[in-house]
């Protein structure tokens, strides 16, 4: 079992920035690749972000260059740096991880944690 908590939401205006945390502890050996989703209301969840233990990043086309995801691996820590936050940023951010990069990287995880909110005002 992994647990995942994610912090570091917030209110903030646009072309602010904030850093998401996710920690993960647990049978965290068993991770091989973690990612970050979010979701607006009314809306789909979608990948944001995701890396493996490999240092391979896949980023969503609408925070590339924006955003910026990391694993600390001493600390079992990720981070989503996202900088020049849009409105259209908003929503709750979820930190998901598993075994499979490539599921991963399809928004597909074996363990989730319950998302921080982020709200970006214009």
């Known amino acids: 079992q992994v647990q995942l908590v994610e912090s570091g939401g917030g209110l903030v205006q646009a072309g602010g920035s904030l850093r998401l945390t996710c920690a993960a502890s647990g049978s965290v050996s068993d991770v091989t690749a973690m990612g970050w989703s979010r979701q607006a209301p009314g809306k789909e969840r979608e990948v944001v972000a995701a890396?493996?233990?490999?240092?391979?990043?896949n980023l969503a086309d609408s925070v590339r260059g924006r955003f910026t995801i990391s694993w600390v691996y001493a600390k079992n820590t990720v981070h989503l740096q996202m900088n020049n936050l849009k409105p259209e940023d908003t929503g709750r951010y979820y930190c998901?991880?598993?075994?499979?990069?490539?599921?991963?990287?399809?928004?597909?995880?074996?363990?989730w944690g319950h998302g921080t909110q982020v709200t970006v005002s214009s």
């Open positions: 890396l493996t233990r490999r240092g391979s990043m």
């Open positions: 998901y991880a598993g075994s499979d990069a490539i599921q991963i990287a399809s928004g597909q995880g074996d363990y």
